[in-house]
């Protein structure tokens, strides 16, 4: 391990969500409970592939010394937008950029760009770029949620498919594993036969990979970050802002760290912090947001009333579960034919963890007290949800290599689970020994055999830039103190704390929305009062 600030623990002076944090970085206190710039550089690409006729404005040629790096082959070639379920509301084209820079003059990667104007008749001139979270997501099936929530509003939003991702190419889509998890709602959670089959998946989708050329070793948050560092140069963008959520937080401080040049401002949400990410990290962020729901539900008199003690109950039905695994037959949650499905304690844990569109974080209280009273309806019919994975759209690859590179190395299996007893005493080993999320990556990365990158990149990111942190405080992913402890190292910052909201906070909160477009319009000075007066919705009480 090289530079990194902390381990897989919080150390005891860690500041819970809702806390100040000392240090000069802004920190909002909640209570418990060149858009011209840009359009015409890619209008003065798009001239003979649009058929259109015009000159471009002197403004949108790229600066002196804005090109790609010498030897590194980057380029924007205008073209179609991908086909989305929801069109493209804007211009599109690719770029292309060498798949290891080591090796500048080998193979190259195309990533889908797409430029969407703001929505402003009198825009700012610099514009938004989005980072996906993942790793392995896809970056357009975001376009939505970023519109809905304004990110357009004021400035034009640029979007690009990270490398190894849908409507990048290659994409390192693994459908032996979508096809493998598919499967496996209805297998014990954390038996080693389960994690055998995982590996068995992996593996084959590793050898394909491989021998259809690609370098596993060149789809890692490094080579990610110079991208969006050549997208900027190769339209001739002066400066622009980052916003990223999840992973994308984790590529972001990466790159205002790799490539500062030309960023006003770097938003993220949901912190993944490069520095301290890891197997064990994720039991920490585990134990933050489910113990904020019911904090929550405690502080509510009518949740307090119905669903009392309900870390108990939680500890309860994990051991249960776990000693005695549930097998049902079950609807999706969106209807069809009934499924298989295993419930047991690594299930259910796992379902909580998830980001709130299984199990929603209101009906977590009612979902654990039915099961309690032997009722698992909700949790089954949300297991049920992965037998029906959209096969070939998520990129597995790119997840692999960069967790096998970037987050497992370093800590052992005993590690994982020690950081699990301490998040959760009284819980079974064969449900702590597996991080949420990520079971079995240990045995997975022996197949996957990429390089060990820790060195590089568990690195805190120091910066003068502004940059507005964003948490939720039921985030079970990346849990909410996170985004404080970024802030450390970045003096400029303005850490939000918004309770009640689950993981990528923006899109699900309007004041959160509000907060981010008032940052990108004062950066230094963003206006955070909206957030004093959100409140976690009411829980669902059942009968």
């Not at 009284?426 to 990556?441: C, I, K, M, R």
């Not at 970024?486 to 939000?496: D, M, N, Q």
Request: proline letters at 11%; aromatic letters at 6%.
């Amino acid at each position: 391990m090289a530079e990194h600030d902390i381990g897989p623990g919080r150390p005891p002076s860690f500041p819970r969500a809702g806390t100040p944090v000392r240090s000069r970085a802004r920190h909002i206190r909640l209570p418990l409970s060149g858009r011209a710039r840009t359009r015409a550089a890619l209008l003065a690409a798009c001239l003979g592939v649009l058929g259109a006729a015009g000159t471009v404005p002197s403004s949108a040629q790229p600066s002196p010394g804005s090109g790609p790096p010498p030897g590194h082959r980057a380029r924007f070639v205008p073209g179609p937008c991908p086909q989305t379920p929801e069109p493209v509301p804007g211009h599109c084209g690719v770029l292309e950029v060498p798949e290891n820079r080591e090796h500048p003059t080998g193979r190259t990667v195309r990533l889908a760009v797409a430029i969407i104007p703001a929505a402003s008749q009198r825009p700012a001139g610099d514009p938004v770029v989005f980072m996906e979270g993942g790793p392995g997501g896809d970056a357009f099936g975001a376009i939505p949620f970023l519109l809905d929530s304004g990110v357009n509003r004021d400035r034009d939003l640029i979007v690009m498919a990270q490398r190894g991702t849908l409507h990048a190419q290659p994409n390192l889509a693994c459908p032996e594993i979508d096809r493998f998890n598919a499967t496996a709602v209805g297998l014990p959670y954390d038996a080693p036969s389960t994690g055998r089959g995982l590996v068995r998946a992996a593996k084959a989708c590793r050898d394909r990979l491989t021998a259809e050329g690609n370098d596993l070793t060149a789809y890692n948050t490094t080579e990610n970050a110079a991208d969006f560092a050549a997208l900027r140069t190769a339209l001739g963008i002066q400066r622009w802002n980052v916003y990223g959520y999840s992973y994308g937080t984790d590529l972001g401080l990466t790159y205002l760290r790799r490539h500062p040049q030309g960023v006003r401002s770097l938003a993220i949400d949901s912190v993944v912090p490069p520095q301290t990410v890891s197997l064990p990290w994720a039991w920490d962020s585990a134990q933050e947001g489910i113990n904020a729901i019911f904090a929550a539900c405690e502080a509510q008199p009518a949740c307090a009333a119905r669903y009392p003690h309900l870390s108990r109950t939680l500890t309860e039905q994990v051991r249960r579960l776990e000693a005695h695994p549930l097998t049902l037959t079950v609807p999706p949650p969106g209807g069809g034919t009934p499924v298989k499905v295993v419930l047991d304690g690594g299930a259910l844990v796992n379902l909580l963890v998830a980001d709130g569109r299984l199990v929603p974080a209101a009906d977590v209280p009612a979902a654990l007290h039915e099961l309690a009273e032997g009722n698992p309806e909700r949790f089954a019919r949300a297991q049920a949800a992965g037998a029906t994975p959209a096969i070939g759209e998520f990129a597995h690859g790119l997840t692999h290599s960069v967790a096998c590179a970037e987050w497992v190395p370093g800590y052992s299996k005993r590690d994982v689970l020690e950081a699990g007893r301490r998040a959760f005493p009284g819980w079974p080993d064969s449900v702590l020994a597996h991080a949420p999320q990520l079971p079995f990556e240990h045995d997975l990365c022996r197949v996957w055999n990429v390089p060990d990158r820790t060195p590089v990149q568990r690195v805190a990111t120091r910066s003068n830039v502004p940059a507005l942190i964003i948490t939720g405080t039921f985030d079970a992913k990346t849990g909410a103190s996170w985004g404080p402890f970024a802030g450390r190292t970045l003096p400029r910052s303005t850490a939000v704390v918004v309770p009640g909201i689950t993981h990528w906070v923006v899109p699900q909160n309007p004041c959160a929305a509000s907060v981010l477009l008032s940052f990108l319009a004062r950066p230094n000075a963003p206006d955070t009062g909206c957030v004093a007066g959100v409140r976690p919705k009411p829980f669902t009480i059942v009968p």
